[in-house]
């Protein structure tokens, strides 16, 4: 049985199914009547990744488990590990982590009787943010073979940018990266291209946010960014009529992007937003459902 840790574990038909889903979850209400807790254990702010998890869990008929790790016995020294072990025990069906270790995944994945989402490892990964920009790519363009896409800004601290390019190759797209030099990665086997390269060429533009909080030494937030490396408006006058802009969020408006683009015609950024939850609501049924804990419980109940 698999976690959903790495979209490196499901193949290209399984991602697809992930997708037509989610796009069921999106068209139709639907609930399951049971009792199964999930435990949002988020050791890294969020918004819109724990936000969408809770609609998403609301969606499902999950009953949430809510952890504050400054009001935790983290506090007082227990280990990532033995908080997981906790909830285990004291009946969670299902865990949604973030944390700060790029890999926190390594010794909890096989220690442990229920499944763990991964919402964000480190710098390394961040599937669940992979799979809906996926569903917003293939809502547009209703395919991944062939697409050009282009992964824009502080690749090196970006958990996003790993997971993306890895899957959108495995997808069968085109993946270029574009950086400045100190967001550069050179352990990624994509190509770099300029911004002006990337906004001529690419049928989606991915842009990231710079990472403040991960660099040593910080970024201005001047418009000297933005005009060297970020989408003015100047430059998105020349990306191609169907192109789309995505980004994870949150945005430095004026850093990445002009401020002014965050909202204009190609921009899909809250539709992101918006398939979180279905794409969310597909990983968790789908997980308990692989690890048998929906069908277990749904039986039970009818015994
Ligand atoms: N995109 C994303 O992961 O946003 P949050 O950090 O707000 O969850």
Redesign the pocket.
Known sequence: VRHFISLDDWTEAEIMSFLQLAEHYRKASFYIDQQLFAANLFFE??????MSFIVAQRKLGLDILDFNEEFSSTQKGESLYDTAKTFEAIGANLLIIRHQDDCWTDELRSKLSIPIINA?AGKKE?PT?CLLDLLTIYQEFHRFKGINIAIAGDISHSRVAKSNAYTLQKMGANVYLTAAEGCKDYSLPFPYISMDEAVEMTDVLMLLRIQHERHQVAYDKTTSYLDKYGLTKQREKRMQSHAILLH???INRNVEIDTDLVECERSRIFKQMNNGVYARMAIMSSVLKEWGIMDEKISEKHQ
């Open positions: 702010p969020s918004t819109r990744t724990k964000g961040h943010q994870p969020a949150p």
